[in-house]
């Protein structure tokens, strides 16, 4: 649709800026029409943009037209409101990431801020989140944006919640919401349950949120003060920090370069040419034998007595499960 030729000359650059990000190549008379007005206006408009820093460039050919190229500066940039809210939520979640960028994306998130209307602000305020990995599970944005608001506003959340575990639980769960948090592509709601006295963590794409929410609540501080850590910790099977609760050292009858890939987080060292120790850990003592079994060779147990305890019961669940009945 035309836009009127009484557009004020603002307005009707910030259009034009706005149709030459839109497509590659704009004939002139094309650009004179859906704008409105003459090819001498348009002409003058791209004049103003230029000195503005925007590097349009003439396209020559039948038509003739314009095309806006890549500057060797950063000239001002417009976006429309549903890319400004993309943008500002973007730069929250880099200042989580530890990718290096944190105090560069704070002070451009603080400035892309600073120039939002209040009413997409408010839609940038209420999420707030700890990025600890990269999402790829789809949560409904419904569910985000009312436990962003929840955590912000210090009020309990009510929920129903669809656990693997438990498919018989249908009770609801009432927890104080304090994070939300991006882990191998996962988004989890930290909280109090007050009832248990303890911190949970829950998936929030199994989350049915209830209405409305519960009363306020005082903050408290998760432990360690670190929630990436905290959730780390939590998925290691640790109440005290970012460790495994039951770490072995052996030694595998492979050399270091086959077991270096599949070592996760490991400390992988040379004990001999062609053999490998290992100090690796996991939430429990049969599950790190068993884990070690993967490498398909010898494995000599340096340490603890735990470990080989583990051994040997797993060769004895293997014996009878190869022999059925006896």
Same mark, same amino acid.
């Given at each position: 649709m035309p836009i009127a030729s009484s557009t004020a000359t603002s307005g009707r650059l910030l259009a034009l800026l706005s149709l030459l990000q839109a497509r590659r190549d704009w004939p002139g008379a094309l650009l004179a029409g859906r704008l409105g007005v003459s090819e001498r206006t348009v002409r003058r408009d791209v004049d103003r943009l230029r000195e503005l820093g925007y590097p349009v460039q003439a396209v020559k050919g039948p038509d003739g037209g314009y095309r806006l190229e890549a500057g060797g500066q950063l000239?001002? +940039?417009?976006?429309?409101?549903?890319?400004?809210?993309?943008?500002?939520?973007? +730069?929250?979640i880099a200042v989580g990431t530890g990718a290096g960028i944190e105090e560069a994306a704070a002070r451009a998130l603080a400035t892309v801020r600073q120039l939002l209307p209040a009413r997409l602000r408010q839609r940038v305020d209420v999420l707030e989140i700890a990025a600890a990995g990269t999402a790829a599970v789809q949560v409904v944005p419904d569910v985000l944006l009312a436990l962003s608001a929840a955590i912000r506003a210090t009020e309990e959340v009510r929920f129903d919640y669809e656990s693997p575990s438990r498919p018989d639980d249908d009770r609801p769960r009432r927890v104080q919401p304090h994070h939300l948090v991006v882990r191998s592509g996962r988004w989890y709601l930290v909280g109090w349950d007050a009832v248990r006295g303890d911190w949970r963590t829950y998936r929030a794409d199994r989350m049915r949120l209830r209405v409305p929410n519960g009363p306020r609540f005082t903050p408290r501080e998760v432990p360690g003060g670190d929630v990436a850590a905290f959730l780390a910790a939590r998925f290691k099977g640790s109440d005290g920090g970012d460790r495994w609760p039951c770490r072995g050292e052996v030694v595998l009858d492979r050399p270091v370069e086959d077991v270096a890939p599949f070592a996760g987080d490991a400390v992988v060292e040379e004990a001999a040419p062609g053999k490998t120790r290992l100090s690796i850990g996991s939430w429990s003592w049969a599950a790190l034998a068993a884990g070690l079994l993967r490498f398909d060779c010898e494995v000599e147990v340096v340490g603890p007595r735990q470990l080989r305890e583990a051994f040997a019961e797993l060769a004895a669940r293997a014996t009878r499960a190869a022999h059925p009945g006896g």
């Open positions: 000239p001002p +940039l417009l976006f429309d409101e549903e890319q400004a809210v993309a943008l500002a939520v973007a +730069l929250r």
